[in-house]
């Protein structure tokens, strides 16, 4: 018997299995899938000789996560690398915002789009210099995060106070327009926002657009050298480094719950797994709470509150195998990991608005990796690999293009989306489709067939927008990792905070466990003192 199971390796799994080994825990992780990683995998299936990401691939959220840091995934064999710019986002008229890892080269370049709109990124990046490191402590921290809310609390009476809380929630379009005279910053906030599925008319993603901007200013965006599988494989040859296991082909379909406490788990295969302290679910709230747990062992209040959870967007993605650089109108662009395509932030807002009335895109928004541009690695000398990805809606009520997709996504709908994909490139880059050696498309189906958290492709595990943020993530009144049911820990991206690959729903998670487990043993331990006590004193320790 183990001392706990956890259901799922991605990267929250595996932090959290990781650090329950360091506890002392025999742990077992247990994963659906052929292969561990969730949506942190990368593989060779695009085109012999180039290394694409499944899923994810820049990871700021990682650079800046003190759990990855202290696990010290380096002696592991992980090394990170960076492209030579963060992000660009080019425009149709030739004009580009680039950001910087330097931040005066990133000020110079807004300078170029309004005079003065440099000293306000540079202003910003003063904000950060005094709150970042606050900021990341309380968003890395268990609910609520006292300590450090208060550390942060205190320090922003020095930044502006509750004018600064003002600017964090306000929507990203009225942030730029509040901040920056012309487009650049502005693209650069609302770019960055729409990595979440908040609109730049959406409360708090100015906040969220910022939060973005500058992790990538003072952390870049980094990728694991040799593809996103390398981060998986550290954390999983640490773990078993320390006693861990991790067993693919593996689905859970069943948390095992007597008198109100998990004791084990049951997979496809009917192999009762029991447990002596815990579980811990890397797995989305609806799949915990709908699927695997009976619903006698919930209150009716959390089955009532599941019909509210809402998800994020759904997503649709191409890898490509490409004979050459991407040739792009803005020369800037080439030189950037991350690339951003939408016309300005009115074309944000109406990509963002046909999603809300469940139009799939004609014109969508893309966020364009150039993967060989940040890891040389990634493909041959003079090639690239490359992939971009956009979103469309949960649920499909029509195609604001001239196509016709329904958003059954069958193998004409699949094609002419990916078609519409490439022309959107092609608009800021004309060439692109003549370089393209092999692709691969990933509908919102096939997400969730790789990946059963990501429903429909929905990459952050549930929406980023404020209503299901903090006390309410998932659910209302839930924002720590514990559940109704004792012994049972939610460690996904479900949990606060949220989605990114950072490790901090895991490591919440496990860390809720081993305080609790400590709590009984030192009342176990306690009681076996009186009885040896009663022993040594002549009294009975019988009844």
Not at 183 to 194: F, S, V
Not at 469 to 474: A, I
Request: charged share 20%; glycine share 12%; hydrophobic share 45%.
């Amino acid at each position: 018997m183990v001392d706990a199971v956890v259901i799922g390796s991605g990267p929250n799994g595996l932090v959290a299995a990781n650090l329950l080994a360091d506890a002392g825990w025999g742990v077992e992780v247990l994963e659906a899938e052929s292969v561990p990683g969730g949506a942190v995998r990368s593989d060779q299936g695009v085109h012999p000789g180039f290394v694409n990401d499944v899923f994810s691939s820049f990871y700021p959220l990682a650079a800046a996560s003190p759990v990855l840091a202290r696990l010290d995934l380096d002696r592991e064999g992980l090394r990170w690398t960076h492209a030579p710019r963060v992000l660009a986002h080019p425009l149709l008229d030739g004009r580009c915002a680039v950001l910087d890892r330097d931040r005066t080269v990133t000020a110079a370049g807004l300078d170029g789009f309004a005079p003065g709109d440099g000293q306000s990124w540079l202003d910003l990046c003063h904000i950060w210099d005094r709150l970042g490191d606050d900021v990341i402590s309380a968003l890395f921290s268990p609910f609520p995060p006292v300590r450090s809310t208060a550390v942060l609390a205190a320090r922003l009476r020095g930044v502006g106070g509750l004018r600064l809380a003002r600017s964090l929630i306000l929507p990203v379009r009225r942030l730029g327009e509040e901040e920056f005279a012309g487009d650049g910053g502005r693209l650069l906030l609302a770019g960055n926002a729409l990595h979440a599925d908040l609109a730049p008319e959406a409360a708090g993603s100015g906040g969220y657009g910022w939060l973005m901007s500058m992790l990538g200013q003072f952390f870049g965006f980094p990728v694991p050298v040799g593809g996103a599988g390398a981060l998986t494989a550290a954390l999983v040859r640490r773990l078993r480094g320390r006693g861990g296991s991790v067993r693919c082909g593996q689905r859970v379909i069943e948390i095992v719950v007597r008198r109100g406490r998990a004791v084990g788990v049951r997979t496809a295969e009917g192999e009762a797994i029991p447990v002596r302290r815990a579980v811990l679910a890397d797995v989305s709230a609806p799949s915990l709470y709908g699927e695997l747990i009976a619903p006698e062992h919930l209150p009716s209040r959390v089955l009532d509150d599941l019909r509210r959870f809402q998800w994020d967007f759904a997503t649709f993605k191409v890898d490509w195998a490409l004979d050459g650089p991407i040739p792009w109108n803005c020369p800037e662009a080439a030189t950037a990991g991350t690339v951003h395509l939408a016309d300005g932030v009115d074309e944000l807002t109406r990509f963002a608005s046909q999603i809300a009335r469940g139009l799939i895109p004609d014109r969508p928004f893309l966020l364009v990796g150039q993967m060989t541009t940040a890891d040389a690695t990634r493909s041959p000398v003079g090639t690239e690999s490359a992939w971009a990805y956009t979103h469309v809606p949960q649920r499909v009520k029509a195609d604001a293009g001239p196509d016709g997709l329904s958003g059954q996504w069958g193998a004409r709908e699949r094609e002419v989306m990916a078609d519409r994909v490439e022309q959107q490139v092609e608009r800021y880059a004309p060439g692109f489709r003549d370089r393209v050696r092999g692709r691969r498309i990933m509908t919102p189906p096939e997400f969730q067939k790789a990946d059963a958290n990501l429903r429909d492709g929905a990459i952050n595990g549930g929406t980023a927008a404020l209503h299901q943020q903090v006390f309410f993530r998932p659910l209302p009144g839930t924002g720590r990792p514990e559940t109704p049911v004792k012994g049972l820990y939610l460690a996904s991206a479900s949990a606060h905070p949220g989605g990114g690959v950072h490790g901090a729903p895991g490591a919440n998670a496990a860390r809720a466990a081993i305080r609790a487990t400590r709590g009984t043993v030192a009342a176990l331990s306690a009681a076996q003192r009186l009885l040896a006590l009663r022993d040594r004193t002549g009294e009975t320790t019988s009844g």
